[in-house]
Every structure is written in structure tokens, then in C-alpha cells.
């Protein structure tokens, strides 16, 4: 079964409008974080956003927000705004570990590729 | 404060060739890692470490070896380079709420 699973091959938004990025994951771990990245087409992984199983709040960072509904165990990830900067492949990724320690192994999701347009 | 560097950032094999892809960090981080990336898909981990000395595989570690003797260093080698392994390949460090990734090496076997 695939543990990170993203709905979306791919999305295309209006200039300034906001987007949401489908993410869900399958776990039985308690302790968990998830994560999204973003890959433009220069090829590398930028770090956006990282939520934890036992954050209260939805994590945020500047324009990007992480819907978190964990009995849905979807993570979903909105950008507000969207720029024409924002075009690029978006990864959603899970750790499954205790927090509080540094031990983690990635599982990626299959990507979304948002294109923005004028 | 560099981040994460990788070397080479392109490299061109034959196939059964040996090579070791080299990864450093310069921010003291205990845990590094290692993917693919194969086109279209997300990334696949290969190794991971979670201090010096202490290796683990990961979903495809299949043909790569690692060893970690410091905390900055993490190299891949490849050991009998195959077609399949024709990919562009990550290393990783991070902490619990991040995970900073290197600019990547691309590798190409004939």
C-alpha cells in the first residue's frame, strides 16, 4: 500500500489565487511528520513546510499553510497568493519516528506539478 | 555555512564501473541520508545514517554501499554500476523538522 499517496499529477491556478496540493498517508506509527517540498525545474528540493502528529495547530510559513486533518490523515498543502515562482513540482513527504529524536527515513509521495499562469 | 554539497554534479559511467558519489554537511547534523530520483517519481531513500558509525538501508540499497566515519561525511559508492542505476541521486541531513537536501549528482550509466 502506498504510504503517501497525491492525488494530483497535476494543477494549474490564476495568478494571486489560492491553491491546494492533495496529500494523504497511511500510517500505524502515533508519531509522525510530514513534510512538503518544492522542485523547480533547476532540479532541486526546497524545504516548505513540516507538520508533526502532535502539533495542536496547522503549520504555517509565510504564504504556505499545511491543512493537517489527522482522522482524515490527509495533509494537504495550500499556497495563498500564487506567483509565477510557484511553478514547480510539490512532494509531500512522511517521517515515521519519535519526535524528540533525530532518527527518520523519508517516503515521498509521486509529486504535483503546479503551474501558475498570468 | 554551506548546507549540503554533493560532488560531482554529473557523472557518466559504464556499465560495471565503481564510483563513489561524496556528500557533506557543515551543519551538525547527526542524521544524512541518501535517494534516487527516477523520472516522474518521487525520491526513493537508498542508505541512511543516524550518527558516525551507524548505517541502515532504506526501500532500495540494492548495488550502493555507505559508511559514516564523521559526522560531516556521508559518501555513496556504487559498486558494479548498472543501466538501472541511471538516476539523479540525493543526499539529505537534517533534524526533526527539517530535512535539508543537497543539490543532487546526475548519473548516467551506458
Known amino acids: 500500500a502506498q504510504k503517501i499517496t497525491q492525488t494530483q499529477p497535476g494543477m494549474f491556478v490564476q495568478e494571486k489565487e489560492a491553491v491546494t496540493l492533495d496529500c494523504t498517508y497511511d500510517t500505524s506509527d502515533p508519531s509522525y511528520g510530514l513534510f512538503w517540498y518544492k522542485q523547480p525545474s533547476s532540479g532541486e528540493m526546497i524545504f516548505l513546510i513540516y507538520?508533526?502528529?502532535?502539533?495542536?495547530q496547522n503549520a504555517t510559513e509565510g504564504r504556505y499553510s499545511l491543512n493537517f486533518q489527522k482522522a482524515r490523515k490527509s495533509a494537504n498543502l495550500v499556497i495563498s497568493a500564487s506567483q509565477l515562482g510557484d511553478s514547480a513540482m510539490y512532494f509531500c513527504?512522511?517521517?515515521?519516528?519519535?519526535?524528540?529524536?533525530?532518527?527518520?527515513?523519508?517516503?515521498f509521495g509521486q509529486g504535483t506539478i503546479l503551474t501558475v499562469h498570468p | 555555512n554551506a548546507g549540503v554539497t554533493q560532488t560531482p554534479k554529473f557523472q557518466v559511467l559504464k556499465t560495471g564501473q565503481s564510483m563513489t558519489l561524496q556528500c557533506a554537511q557543515d551543519?551538525?547534523?547527526?542524521?544524512m541520508s541518501w535517494y534516487r530520483q527516477d523520472p516522474g517519481m518521487g525520491l526513493r531513500l537508498i542508505h541512511y545514517?543516524?550518527?558516525?558509525?551507524?548505517?541502515d538501508q532504506g526501500e532500495v540499497p540494492n548495488g550502493y554501499n555507505v559508511s559514516r566515519s564523521t559526522t560531516e561525511d556521508f559518501p555513496l559508492r556504487l559498486l558494479s554500476a548498472a543501466p538501472s542505476q541511471t538516476s539523479v541521486y540525493f543526499c539529505a541531513s537534517g533534524k526533526i523538522y527539517e530535512q535539508f537536501f543537497g543539490p543532487g549528482t546526475r548519473l548516467t550509466v551506458l
Open positions: 513527504a512522511m517521517r515515521e519516528g519519535p519526535q524528540g529524536t533525530s532518527y527518520g527515513k523519508l517516503t
Open positions: 507538520q508533526g502528529s502532535y502539533d495542536q
Open positions: 551543519m551538525n547534523h547527526e542524521y
Open positions: 545514517s543516524v550518527g558516525a558509525g551507524i548505517t
